[in-house]
């Protein structure tokens, strides 16, 4: 069993005094397979425009994006948080340039105790990390760490009237949960026009509705070198770099390095 305590290590304090990493966590109001397609082909957009990327499965089903690149076996975070082995054995690189952690696996946490230690080994993970994005759930409940309920918190939406209902039941009960606060919206499978009017309509029912403000992160059009590049195993932008989701990709992941306006704000 690992040595790993948090509490006493001399080299987690100094890890916890430095900058705050970026973290985003990624919400869907569409079928789980296109948000693992986005999250794999998002992460290799920013790892190809040079950013050290790690995403983290945070998904309690089986359809988080560990599952999808088939890096879901082994050890979690949450055996980290149990002091069954160490950081270095659950990240996992994978082919499309950018590491890839699960939080749980899909157990369950035991009490207040191991929430704690499970977040201390997150913090950590995200502290040797450029920029981190969380593939996320979220059922009106807390999330597996509280770093998630304080960071970026992004929504994907389609152009369907079932998704962008969806989408704005998310919001509703997000904002009833973490309290007034912004949230991005990113919207896939669709043109921009169509993204457009998806977005507009969205952030005027929230604001008037919810006092809410949402941000516009993007979008993606619907591309079958989408799917034929999940079917190569590689992201479009790799295996396809002139479809037009690459393009949108790139624009996306240009748009998420940022500092600035690709970063949500109150």
Same mark, same amino acid.
């Given at each position: 069993?690992?040595?790993?305590?948090?509490?006493?290590?001399?080299?987690?304090?100094?890890?916890?005094?430095? %900058?705050?990493?970026?973290?985003?966590?990624?919400?869907? %109001?569409?079928? +789980?397979?296109?948000?693992?397609?986005?999250?794999? &082909?998002?992460?290799?957009?920013?790892?190809?425009?040079?950013?050290?990327?790690?995403?983290?499965?945070?998904?309690?089903?089986?359809?988080? *994006?560990?599952?999808?690149?088939?890096?879901?076996?082994?050890?979690?975070?949450?055996?980290?948080?149990?002091?069954?082995?160490?950081?270095? +054995? *659950?990240?996992?690189?994978?082919?499309?340039?950018?590491?890839? %952690?699960?939080?749980?696996?899909?157990?369950?946490? /035991?009490?207040?105790?191991?929430?704690?230690?499970?977040?201390?080994?997150?913090?950590?993970?995200?502290? +040797?990390?450029?920029?981190?994005?969380?593939?996320?759930? !979220?059922?009106?409940?807390? !999330? $597996?760490? $509280?770093?998630?309920?304080?960071?970026?918190?992004?929504?994907?939406?389609?152009?369907?009237? /079932?998704?962008?209902?969806?989408?704005?039941?998310?919001?509703?009960?997000?904002?009833?949960?973490?309290?007034?606060?912004?949230?991005?919206?990113?919207? /896939?499978?669709?043109?921009?026009?169509?993204?457009? *009017?998806?977005?507009? &309509?969205?952030?005027?029912?929230?604001?008037?509705?919810?006092?809410?403000?949402?941000?516009?992160?993007?979008?993606?059009?619907?591309?079958?070198?989408?799917?034929?590049?999940?079917?190569?195993?590689?992201?479009?932008?790799?295996?396809? $770099?002139?479809?037009?989701?690459?393009?949108?990709?790139? +624009?996306?992941?240009?748009?998420?390095?940022?500092?600035?306006?690709?970063?949500?704000?109150?």
């Amino acid at each position: 069993m690992a040595n790993f305590d948090f509490d006493q290590a001399e080299g987690l304090r100094r890890m916890l005094a430095g %900058a705050q990493p970026r973290i985003v966590t990624f919400l869907s %109001a569409t079928p +789980q397979d296109d948000k693992g397609a986005m999250l794999v &082909n998002l992460g290799a957009s920013l790892a190809r425009a040079g950013n050290d990327v790690l995403i983290v499965d945070a998904c309690d089903s089986s359809h988080g *994006v560990a599952s999808r690149l088939g890096v879901d076996i082994g050890h979690s975070l949450l055996n980290v948080a149990r002091q069954e082995c160490g950081l270095n +054995q *659950v990240v996992r690189p994978v082919p499309q340039g950018f590491a890839v %952690a699960s939080m749980t696996r899909g157990m369950t946490r /035991t009490g207040p105790d191991e929430t704690r230690r499970l977040a201390k080994a997150f913090d950590v993970l995200a502290k +040797q990390t450029g920029m981190v994005l969380v593939d996320g759930e !979220f059922d009106g409940e807390a !999330f $597996p760490v $509280p770093i998630m309920a304080s960071s970026e918190i992004v929504v994907q939406v389609s152009n369907s009237a /079932t998704s962008i209902k969806a989408a704005y039941s998310m919001i509703k009960r997000l904002n009833q949960e973490l309290g007034r606060r912004p949230f991005g919206i990113l919207v /896939t499978g669709a043109s921009e026009d169509e993204a457009k *009017v998806v977005y507009d &309509n969205m952030a005027q029912a929230a604001s008037r509705y919810l006092a809410v403000n949402l941000v516009s992160m993007g979008s993606v059009p619907a591309d079958e070198y989408l799917q034929r590049a999940a079917r190569l195993g590689r992201a479009v932008v790799d295996a396809f $770099p002139l479809a037009g989701a690459s393009v949108a990709f790139r +624009q996306l992941a240009g748009r998420f390095a940022l500092g600035g306006s690709g970063r949500l704000s109150a």
